[in-house]
């Protein structure tokens, strides 16, 4: 059973950047393609960002540009540097395990909330 617990959340003004990160526990992490969702107030999860195994990445239209993942698969981490950031961009945050449709799966952490606001 795999665990996730993201972290790096927080307020930001328009224009800023963070970055956020996934500690992955109790499986093995190298074997998952692994995806950045975003869930806003009122709205549906939707998925911003994947990372293969292989370390082939794929971006929503909204934050291509923008935002980048990556992964460290000794550190069984993977990460989301958010740059030029936009209201819009306000969301909790999560990771999970991706398949090849980009669909998730497994058990949710408890996201990380972004908020971007002057």
């Known amino acids: 059973q795999v665990q996730l617990v993201e972290s790096g959340g927080g307020l930001v003004q328009p224009g800023g950047s963070l970055r956020l990160s996934c500690a992955a526990s109790?499986?093995?992490?190298?074997?998952?393609?692994m995806g950045w969702h975003r869930q806003a107030p009122g709205k549906q999860r939707e998925l911003v960002a994947a990372?293969?195994?292989?370390?082939?990445?794929n971006y929503a239209d909204s934050v291509k540009g923008r935002f980048t993942i990556s992964r460290d698969n000794a550190k069984n981490t993977v990460y989301l540097q958010m740059n030029s950031l936009k209201p819009e961009d306000t969301a909790v945050y999560y990771c999970?395990?991706?398949?090849?449709?980009?669909?998730?799966?497994?058990?949710w952490g408890q996201g990380t909330q972004v908020t971007v606001s002057s």
């Open positions: 109790g499986s093995i992490f190298s074997m998952y393609d």
């Open positions: 999970n395990r991706v398949d090849g449709l980009g669909i998730p799966f497994g058990p």
């Open positions: 990372i293969t195994r292989g370390g082939i990445t």
